[in-house]
């Protein structure tokens, strides 16, 4: 394994895992999260999300697919954790194709990617697309 080519990928509060990593100087490629709950920084740490977003994001290109029901901040264009994820400067990916930002899926609800129902043709459809956009983000930055 090349240690100095390993991303974090995280769903949940494994976005928030991988967010505070980051934050805190662990050395990831890139980080990609769905349906980010980073809120047990502020409930459990008393640190404020946008502040360890902004660490992070400075350190470590990020990607992260939002959905409608999840916090505003997480939303651009102005989200304050959208923006530091979108505005955050790093040395380009492989074709500068894919930048760090957060995208949303207005129609999905929190979730949808792991657990969402796919029998339901609009959740299937847009965790194909997350899931896909993550690994065009993986592929561009590792």
């Given at each position: 394994?090349?240690?100095?080519?390993?991303?974090?990928?995280?769903?949940?509060?494994?976005?928030?895992?991988?967010?505070?990593?980051?934050?805190?100087?662990?050395?990831?490629?890139?980080?990609?999260?769905?349906?980010?709950s980073l809120v047990i920084?502020?409930?459990?740490?008393?640190?404020?999300?946008?502040?360890?977003?902004?660490?992070?994001?400075?350190?470590?290109?990020?990607?992260?697919?939002?959905?409608?029901?999840?916090?505003?901040?997480?939303?651009?264009?102005?989200?304050?954790?959208?923006?530091?994820?979108?505005?955050?400067?790093?040395?380009?990916?492989?074709?500068?194709?894919?930048?760090?930002?957060?995208?949303?899926?207005?129609?999905?609800?929190?979730?949808?990617?792991?657990?969402?129902?796919?029998?339901?043709?609009?959740?299937?459809?847009?965790?194909?697309?997350?899931?896909?956009?993550?690994?065009?983000?993986?592929?561009?930055?590792?």
């Amino acid at each position: 394994i090349d240690s100095s080519n390993i991303a974090a990928l995280g769903f949940c509060w494994g976005v928030w895992a991988l967010t505070k990593a980051c934050a805190m100087g662990y050395k990831f490629t890139c980080g990609v999260g769905f349906h980010p709950s980073l809120v047990i920084e502020e409930v459990a740490f008393k640190v404020d999300v946008v502040d360890m977003s902004i660490a992070a994001a400075k350190k470590t290109p990020l990607f992260f697919c939002v959905s409608g029901n999840d916090p505003d901040n997480l939303k651009s264009p102005s989200g304050q954790v959208a923006k530091a994820v979108s505005s955050s400067v790093h040395k380009r990916g492989k074709t500068g194709n894919h930048p760090p930002k957060c995208v949303e899926f207005s129609e999905m609800v929190h979730g949808w990617v792991a657990r969402g129902d796919i029998s339901s043709e609009n959740v299937k459809r847009d965790a194909q697309i997350a899931l896909r956009m993550g690994s065009d983000f993986l592929k561009e930055w590792m």
